[in-house]
């Protein structure tokens, strides 16, 4: 009788865990994967293999009703930033079901972005800054094309900006300032879908605003601190913001800048 009770109080122990075990298991396997290439950081402590993902784990967000993994945010809000010194892993690909994914304020997270980050085909928000990431703005990002926002900003990304970016049809915002990125603005990106906040300062850019961004729906714009010259190109929105977006390029004139000479 004893040992009849002992098997059957078992039997209720493991099916309380199961019922309350939300987190999907190949969701779980993937994240465990991503803590282990990160050098198992002090900031995913809590993700602990015993818990359920969904409700235990910080930085980790469920969809209430299939219990995949939609939100990814690992962000270090210390001084030290100890025990985090990695790339972004080639696991992340291994969360489908993304729809927002943050790395920020990480100092000793490196090397270029992931391509396995392109098998996120439902990621909507991208944010990676206030990184030490370098190469390029990859072209692969053009795969993504549920993103509405994308935030590289205050990285070391260098080359030029890849004009597919305007190819992006639901993309609202787009955050490339605080890098080291050369070359010209793409003429493609007055063919934005979307109405668009546009952040290009800080960079080493040159060459001229494209006249194509007449066209644009701009709701802000900045491409100061670059070496843009020549005339802002006159019509749309480009008149309705003031010097400081435009400022502290090599030979950019015209208005709400000076006249050129």
């Not at 002090?42 to 015993?50: F, I, K, M, T, V």
């Not at 944010?127 to 926002?149: A, H």
């Amino acid at each position: 009788m004893a040992t009849t009770v002992f098997r059957l109080s078992l039997l209720l122990i493991l099916l309380s865990n199961a019922v309350s075990d939300l987190c999907n298991p190949q969701d779980k396997k993937a994240l465990l994967q991503i803590k282990k290439d990160l050098n198992n950081p002090y900031l995913l402590a809590s993700w602990n293999p015993d818990a359920d993902c969904c409700t235990d784990w910080y930085t980790v967000e469920c969809d209430p009703k299939t219990h995949r993994i939609n939100s990814l945010t690992i962000f270090d809000s210390s001084t030290s930033h100890t025990n985090f010194s990695a790339q972004i892993p080639p696991s992340i690909g291994l969360l489908p079901y993304l729809e927002t994914l943050v790395f920020k304020k990480l100092p000793n997270l490196t090397g270029p972005l992931q391509p396995a980050i392109a098998n996120l085909t439902n990621l909507k928000f991208l944010r990676i800054s206030n990184t030490n990431l370098s190469g390029p703005v990859p072209s692969f990002l053009t795969q993504l094309t549920n993103l509405t926002f994308l935030d590289l900003s205050f990285n070391n990304l260098t080359g030029s900006i890849p004009g597919s970016l305007s190819q992006l049809p639901n993309l609202a915002a787009l955050h490339l300032d605080r890098n080291h990125l050369t070359g010209s603005i793409p003429s493609s990106f007055g063919s934005f879908n979307a109405s668009i906040y546009l952040y290009l300062s800080h960079n080493l850019l040159t060459g001229s605003i494209p006249t194509s961004f007449v066209n644009l729906n701009l709701q802000n714009l900045n491409v100061s601190y670059n070496r843009l010259c020549d005339e802002i190109p006159v019509g749309g929105k480009l008149q309705s913001f003031d010097l400081f977006e435009y400022f502290h390029n090599k030979c950019l004139c015209g208005s709400p800048l000076p006249n050129c000479t």
